[in-house]
Structure formats: C-alpha cells, structure tokens
C-alpha cells in the first residue's frame, strides 16, 4: 500500500475502534489489509457500511467483520475454517491475526476472485475451496475457531464434529425471525452457547454454483 492507502485503512481502523472495543492484533490487521481490493466500489471502500458484490452477494461493513472477529477470542489459535467466503475480506482479516486460514465458498466465480485477490497481497496463509460449506473441510480437521460469514437456522454436526476441544465457532443464527450472533464453546460433548448480538447475514445456501 503507498502512503494515501495506508492512511485511509488506518482512519478507518481507528473509526471501528471509537465504535466497539478491537484489541491491538486486530487493529493493527486492519490496518494491513486494503478493503477497496475487495469491493468493486473503490470509492466507498473505506466507509463503514456492507458493499454489494456479484451473485447478490455482500462484503460485510468493517464493524461487523470486527464484532464477529473479535467474538472469536482468537488469542492462541492456530487454524481457523470460514464457511463462506465471498469477497475474501473476511479471511484476509483472520489471516493476519491466526496462523493459517482455511475458507470455502460455493459461487465459483467468487472462490477465484478471492485467491487471485490473496495472491495479489501474498497472503499465502490462506487456502481457499470451492464447494458447499456446509460440508466444512475434513482434511485439516479440527479447527481451533470456525466462523459463519453467512446466517444459519442450524450449525450442521458435520461441522461441529470439525471444531478441536475447547474451541469456538462464531456464526449469525436465525432464532425467531432474527439473526444473532452466536458463540458455541466445545467441550467434550456439550456445547456453551452465547448469544452475543442481532446482527444481518445472506443465508447458507444448499450446493455449489
């Protein structure tokens, strides 16, 4: 980033951080990630508010790309699995605070953008697959955090089964016509749940496309 880019993402960071409270490590990723590569709306890039991408699908505003981080408790995690990828910007977030980031999308045209985008920044700690998210990623299995960036009426077993002992999953869930954003706790068996704020997510969706 050159110096005007770099004080746009920085203002912004610091407009997040007189709204809710983000830690250091995340606004200091913040600061490293240029959200206008994300958004086909150069122009209003640096705003707080959810942009429009292709396939009716949004890049989330930055305060909720911040409130659902930081309800992640993402101190000492290694691995974190994003059900839903969608501009990338998201991942990219994570993947400056948690060692290596593995995020799957189902709109196949949006899974390329998104790791064309993550090589034009050489984020290489981040693995991007095209498929139904609701699968998760069995291969690297399990996963200190997992994170829904799109709201669920349910977390699929398959997916819990995915996430390590002790570890949190964050997403939005439908609960009498309004989403929230929910944190599950695992442990052993049994599941601590939060429910921390409403919040506005697309669906998950069955299937690729």
């Given at each position: 980033m050159n110096a005007f880019e770099q004080k746009r993402v920085k203002t912004m960071a610091e407009e997040?951080?007189?709204?809710?409270?983000?830690?250091?490590?995340?606004f200091n990723a913040f600061c490293e990630v240029p959200r206008e590569?994300?958004?086909?709306?150069?122009?209003?890039?640096?705003?707080?508010?959810?942009?429009?991408?292709?396939?009716?699908?949004?890049?989330?505003?930055?305060?909720?790309?911040?409130?659902?981080?930081?309800?992640?408790?993402?101190k000492d995690a290694d691995s974190v699995l994003e059900i839903g990828c969608g501009s990338g910007y998201q991942a990219a977030i994570l993947?400056?605070?948690?060692?290596?980031?593995?995020?799957?999308?189902?709109?196949?045209?949006?899974?390329?953008?998104?790791?064309?985008?993550?090589?034009?920044?050489?984020?290489?700690?981040i693995n991007v697959r095209y498929d139904d998210g609701q699968n998760?990623?069995?291969?690297?299995?399990?996963?200190?955090?997992?994170?829904?960036?799109?709201?669920?009426t349910s977390i699929p077993e398959i997916i819990l089964d995915q996430l390590s002992d002790n570890g949190i999953l964050v997403a939005p869930i439908l609960q009498n016509g309004k989403q929230y954003i929910t944190r599950l706790t695992k442990n052993?068996?049994?599941?601590?749940?939060e429910i921390l704020e409403e919040c506005l997510f697309v669906p998950v969706l069955d299937g690729k496309e």
């Open positions: 997040i951080a007189k709204k809710i409270f983000i830690n250091e490590e995340l590569i994300f958004s086909p709306l150069k122009a209003h890039a640096y705003r707080l508010d959810a942009l429009p991408l292709a396939n009716s699908q949004w890049i989330s505003s930055p305060l909720t790309v911040a409130k659902m981080t930081m309800a992640l408790n993402f993947s400056r605070i948690i060692r290596r980031v593995f995020t799957i999308e189902r709109i196949e045209n949006l899974a390329k953008s998104a790791s064309n985008t993550f090589r034009t920044l050489g984020f290489s700690n998760g990623w069995k291969n690297y299995a399990p996963y200190d955090r997992i994170l829904f960036s799109a709201y669920a052993g068996t049994s599941l601590q749940k």
